[in-house]
């Protein structure tokens, strides 16, 4: 096994790393939103919740997906 090739599966952890940033800030952003929306509108919590939960769920397939396919195509 040469040296690069364990930097580079190394670099592609990293990689990894550094993306699920973004999927855990949209978390943050969906629940954090959410849960203003339902202080500010009570009536409207079960509509609210459905919608948080399908933006988290999509927002995590993006995450998996991620992690995936470099196993896939790698």
Do not use: D
């Not at 364990?6 to 800030?25: D, F, M, R, T, W």
């Not at 509509?47 to 196993?71: H, K, S, W």
Request: hydrophobic fraction near 55%; charged fraction near 5%.
């Amino acid at each position: 096994m040469s040296v690069l090739a364990a930097v580079e599966g190394n670099v592609g952890a990293i990689g990894y790393g550094l993306a699920a940033i973004g999927p855990g800030v949209g978390v943050g952003i969906i629940f954090g939103q959410g849960v203003q929306a339902m202080a500010r509108q009570p009536e409207m919590v079960g509509v609210i919740r459905q919608n948080m939960m399908l933006g988290f769920v999509l927002t995590e397939a993006l995450a998996l997906i991620g992690l995936v396919a470099p196993f896939i195509y790698g």
